[in-house]
């Protein structure tokens, strides 16, 4: 499956962390925890999972179908991002663009053509969220 967002941001604030320990980060530049409080990656993994189950139950598909799958993971996310107990945090344009892809990398991964599935409905395939996403 496709590397779920969590997981990069996990691996770049070990990154930062580790860039702090060494010393070729000052402590004041390290906002990362910050930016990815837990409660915000434990729900946008949880969204993930839900949408990656989802999307493995699959079979032969109609783009109706696709399409509600994206939009019922675009809602959820779209209820983490605006959710005030992460202190703040929400999706930026890194976290964004890398969400789209994920569901875009996910969907090709279990034989959905989205660029097909995207023309089909007069739209390009980076727009397959758009309809949905507040983030």
């Known amino acids: 499956m496709a590397n779920r967002p969590p997981e990069n941001w996990r691996a770049w604030m070990a990154e930062v962390a580790r860039d702090v320990e060494v010393g070729s980060l000052d402590p004041e530049c ?39 799958t994206v939009e019922r993971v675009v809602l959820a996310l779209n209820a ?8 703040g945090a929400s999706y930026c344009t890194e976290e964004r663009e890398q969400l789209c892809e994920y569901i875009d990398l996910a969907l090709g991964e279990h034989g ?4 097909a599935l995207a023309a089909r409905r007069g739209i390009d395939r980076a727009e397959i969220t758009d309809a949905w996403r507040d983030w």
């Open 80 to 87: 983490v991002d605006g959710d005030a107990s992460h202190g």
């Open 30 to 68: 390290a906002g990362a925890a910050e930016m990815y409080p837990e409660s915000l990656l434990r729900a946008t993994d949880s969204a993930v999972e839900a949408f990656e189950a989802e999307v493995r139950g699959l079979l032969e598909p109609s783009g109706d179908e696709v399409l509600g």
């Open 112 to 115: 959905v053509d989205v660029a």
